[in-house]
């Protein structure tokens, strides 16, 4: 693909949010906002069992402690039987190296755990981390297309990107994203202090290169939209559907 730095060799990329009609991810009070339901859950599980590896910002780990896993024995099956690991790799990004191993991203399952980190803080957060995960040096700041070159090199084919804003953003600004997939819940937040799906521009989707449509399908009141993105004069790379 060509983007801002030139030709990467990288996995397809996934980006996959729910948000409310207005854009919103959460709210702001404690608690996590619930914005799919139980047939929206049950699709992101399905997509996740498609996936080599998912990939969450370091600020998603601190605050939902994520298991990350696929749910389904029926899925984690199948992928055994194909040859795979039982879940997808899980992986993370880090400015800080602000990471507890005791959190369920690091605890729950067996599948392999990579934390790209900035280079100042790989040192501690690897003496930190332990067994716990692989701690790689991202460049200083963590820089998206060292980082899917590096995914691209361990046989990361696709990758499901579940977020946070700001790191479903950074995808999107730099032109590395492949396909979007939002679940829109029937309701509105209107909270200027909730965090939004994305967080400001520009971005190279605007309206001189539109995504691509390519499902709308009802799953109880929430409604998926999957686009395609494709880049002006290239190819997307395999593992689109």
Do not use: N, W
Request: glycine letters at 12%; aromatic letters at 4%; charged letters at 30%.
């Amino acid at each position: 693909m060509s983007g801002a730095g030139g030709p990467v060799e990288r996995p397809y990329v996934l980006l996959s949010c729910a948000m409310s009609v207005d854009g919103y991810i959460d709210d702001s009070t404690p608690e996590r906002l619930l914005l799919s339901g139980d047939e929206d859950f049950d699709r992101v599980d399905e997509v996740r069992a498609g996936c080599d590896a998912i990939l969450v910002g370091a600020g998603t780990v601190r605050r939902d402690d994520p298991r990350l896993l696929v749910r389904s024995p029926q899925r984690r099956r199948a992928r055994v039987a194909r040859g795979l690991p039982a879940c997808p790799a899980k992986v993370t990004l880090t400015a800080t190296g602000d990471l507890d191993p005791a959190g369920r991203f690091f605890t729950a399952g067996d599948a392999e755990k990579i934390v790209y980190a900035a280079s100042g803080a790989v040192e501690k957060l690897a003496a930190r981390l332990g067994t716990a995960a692989e701690v790689i040096d991202a460049g200083d700041p963590v820089d998206l297309r060292r980082v899917l070159r590096d995914l691209a090199g361990r046989g990361i084919g696709r990758l499901m990107v579940e977020g946070g804003g700001a790191v479903h953003t950074r995808f999107l600004r730099e032109d590395l994203a492949d396909e979007l997939q939002l679940a829109v819940a029937p309701f509105l937040v209107g909270d200027p202090a909730a965090p939004r799906f994305v967080r400001g521009g520009p971005f190279p989707q605007g309206p001189g290169r539109r995504m691509e449509l390519a499902e709308a399908r009802p799953l109880g009141d929430v409604v998926l939209l999957r686009y395609l993105i494709r880049p002006d004069g290239a190819p997307r790379p395999g593992g689109g559907r």
